[in-house]
C-alpha cells in the first residue's frame, strides 16, 4: 500500500473516533489581589491578578495606611490564593505576620499567623464572617470581620481574609481570593432506543427459540358393518 494511500485511511479512522470522545469541560475561573482600601486613603487592589497568572511584590508602595511586605497573588481556572507578611495598620492598631486566602473549586479559607488587633489576638483559622468589634485608642470601635465569604450573582465566591471598617468609613480588605467551581464534563448521548422501549434500558431478547404451531393429527380409520338392505 502507497503512503499516500494509508494516510488517507489512517485519517478516515480517526474522525469517529474523535466524534465518539467526551466534549471537554469548561472550568471555572480565578482571581486574587493582596490589599485594597477604599475611603479617606484609596488603595486599588495590589497587587492583583485574574484567570491564569501569578504575581509577587516584595513591598506596598508608600501610604499613610498599610505597611506591607512580600505579598503574592495566584490564579487558575477554578482557584486563587492571596498571602501578604508582615502587615502592619498603625492606625488600627493591627499586625500580622502572614495573611492568607485560598479559593478553591468554589469553596474559601482563610489563614492567619500571630495576627492581634489593639493587644487582642485573632484567631489562626476563623469560621466564614467571623466578626468582632475591637475598641482602639483614638478610633473607637473597629469592626473586624475575619474570613469574610460573599457568594457572587455569577456563582463565584469571595474569600477575603481580614476586612477593616474604621468609624471614618476608611475599609481595608487583606488577601482576598475569589473562584468558581469547575464544571462537570459532559459525556455524549447514547444510542436512541426503539420506539416503545424506555430510555437507558436494554432491550429484552427472547427467552427460547420460536417453535411453530403443532399440525392436527391424521385421522385413523375404523372398520364398521353397514347394514344392507334389499
Known amino acids: 500500500?502507497?503512503?499516500?494511500?494509508?494516510?488517507?485511511?489512517?485519517?478516515?479512522?480517526?474522525?469517529?473516533?474523535?466524534?465518539?470522545?467526551?466534549?471537554?469541560?469548561?472550568?471555572?475561573?480565578?482571581?486574587?489581589?493582596?490589599?485594597?482600601?477604599?475611603?479617606?486613603?484609596?488603595?486599588?487592589?495590589?497587587?492583583?491578578?485574574?484567570?491564569?497568572?501569578?504575581?509577587?511584590?516584595?513591598?506596598?508602595?508608600?501610604?499613610?495606611?498599610?505597611?506591607?511586605?512580600?505579598?503574592?497573588?495566584?490564579?487558575?481556572?477554578?482557584?486563587?490564593?492571596?498571602?501578604?507578611?508582615?502587615?502592619?495598620?498603625?492606625?488600627?492598631?493591627?499586625?500580622?505576620?502572614?495573611?492568607?486566602?485560598?479559593?478553591?473549586?468554589?469553596?474559601?479559607?482563610?489563614?492567619?499567623?500571630?495576627?492581634?488587633?489593639?493587644?487582642?489576638?485573632?484567631?489562626?483559622?476563623?469560621?466564614?464572617?467571623?466578626?468582632?468589634?475591637?475598641?482602639?485608642q483614638g478610633l473607637g470601635a473597629v469592626a473586624v470581620t475575619l474570613n469574610k465569604q460573599v457568594n457572587n450573582p455569577d456563582g463565584s465566591l469571595t474569600v477575603t481574609a481580614i476586612e477593616v471598617r474604621l468609624a471614618n468609613a476608611q475599609t481595608i480588605s487583606i488577601s482576598s481570593a475569589t473562584c468558581n467551581a469547575a464544571d462537570t464534563p459532559t459525556q455524549p448521548p447514547g444510542p436512541t432506543p426503539p420506539p416503545g422501549q424506555p430510555t437507558g434500558k436494554p432491550i429484552p431478547s427472547p427467552t427460547g427459540p420460536t417453535t411453530p404451531p403443532s399440525q392436527a393429527p391424521k385421522p385413523t380409520p375404523v372398520p364398521s358393518n353397514l347394514p344392507v338392505t334389499g
Open 1 to 136: 500500500m502507497k503512503l499516500t494511500t494509508f494516510a488517507a485511511v489512517a485519517g478516515a479512522l480517526a474522525t469517529p473516533l474523535a466524534l465518539a470522545a467526551p466534549a471537554s469541560a469548561t472550568t471555572g475561573t480565578g482571581s486574587a489581589y493582596g490589599v485594597t482600601a477604599q475611603g479617606l486613603v484609596a488603595i486599588p487592589q495590589t497587587p492583583a491578578v485574574t484567570a491564569t497568572a501569578d504575581k509577587s511584590l516584595i513591598h506596598l508602595p508608600a501610604n499613610p495606611l498599610i505597611d506591607v511586605k512580600i505579598l503574592h497573588v495566584t490564579a487558575k481556572p477554578a482557584y486563587a490564593r492571596a498571602s501578604v507578611t508582615d502587615l502592619s495598620v498603625a492606625k488600627a492598631a493591627l499586625t500580622a505576620h502572614l495573611v492568607t486566602a485560598t479559593c478553591k473549586n468554589g469553596n474559601g479559607v482563610s489563614h492567619l499567623a500571630d495576627a492581634q488587633i489593639a493587644g487582642h489576638r485573632l484567631a489562626v483559622d476563623a469560621a466564614p464572617n467571623s466578626a468582632i468589634s475591637v475598641p482602639v
